[in-house]
């Protein structure tokens, strides 16, 4: 046969075979990890940046909230100013259905609500300076307002009249109006600021999760498309292979396959029909060396040729004797290859079968003083 363990596994490879499958294969893989661990740290710091602005609009949506009550607050105490002024003013003899109870009413509630104000503003420095300034005049006036409305009750409309409230007491209830309406204009100032904060920290909060998912959908489908490369690729792959091995399978010259070490791995029909071996039979076996044939000077010239032909050129090509697995003697003309595939060195052999041997052989007999031997059992 055309192949021996002679030196093969020392020889220099001159021919490889890419392996475009493993190749592709590799790639792709190689691809999709770069890609998803370059990924990482863009999905990262997407999220720390959404939580960050997340925190961001809850903060800005707390204080809208915080600043609205302010409002509410500030509007009430100012509600409650004005009704202590009409209910003392409608206190005494001549005083209208109700009076009294809302003067009352309005000196009851008025510091309950300046203690939720208080609480609403803690945050505001200069809204708490402005506080501790109007607590104690509103306190001031509405003992005053108390007193009046106390000296005026049962009082004959004359007494009454002198009691009403003059000077320094209005001075001072307009001012306490108009503190409280100057802070309900610093709080609309405020809550406006605080709205704009709110609607940016939501539009950000809209871009980057806009963002993370347009990032998220890209590698997703950069990966299914390398994917579907791959396979339809693979399948490609398949099916040329499939179309390689029913073209081996079918010719009519033996193809031979064997590792570095001169083991059988594969062998077409023609191969195995030329050294008559039934299919299949010829895998597992070693190729032999030359045996110490009564042709010595042939066998070293065909060993010392192929050695050569397999050295510099990479592949060797000619006939020699043989015989079959019966001892019929024949002629074989050879091609013989090298083949890398993932480092690892293989050998493919293609034979034609040319007649009976020549040479120191008779057709027929099975004498093993042949030129040289042929496949080892």
Known sequence: MALWTFSLKSLPLQADLPTEGTNLKKSIETMIVVLF????PAIFATGVIQYQNVLRLVDAQHWVKLTNEALLEL???LSLVNDAERGVQASGPAASEGGPEVFDSAVSRTPEHLQR???LTSGDLREQRKLDALEPRIASLLASRRN????RKGNTFAAASQSIPRGTDKQL????QETLSAMEVDQQMMLRQKNAAAEASARRVIFIATLGSGLALGIVTLAALLIHYFIKDRKRAEVAQAISTRLVQSMAD???????YGTILYSNPASDAMFGYKPGELVGKQLTRPSNTSLPEESDRIVHEINDQLKWRGAWRGEFATFKKDGTPFTCYARLSPLEVSGKLYWISVQEERGLAAKGVAPGTNDPKIALTGIGA
């Not at 009046?148 to 000296?151: E, F, I, P, Q, R």
Request: charged share 20%; with cysteine; hydrophobic share 40%.
């Open 75 to 77: 509007r009430t105490t």
């Open 37 to 40: 661990i370059c990924a990482l």
């Open 117 to 119: 104000l208080r609480t």
């Open 148 to 151: 009046v409305a106390s000296t």
């Open 173 to 176: 209830a307009t001012d306490i």
């Open 254 to 260: 033996g193809v031979c396959l064997s590792d570095e």
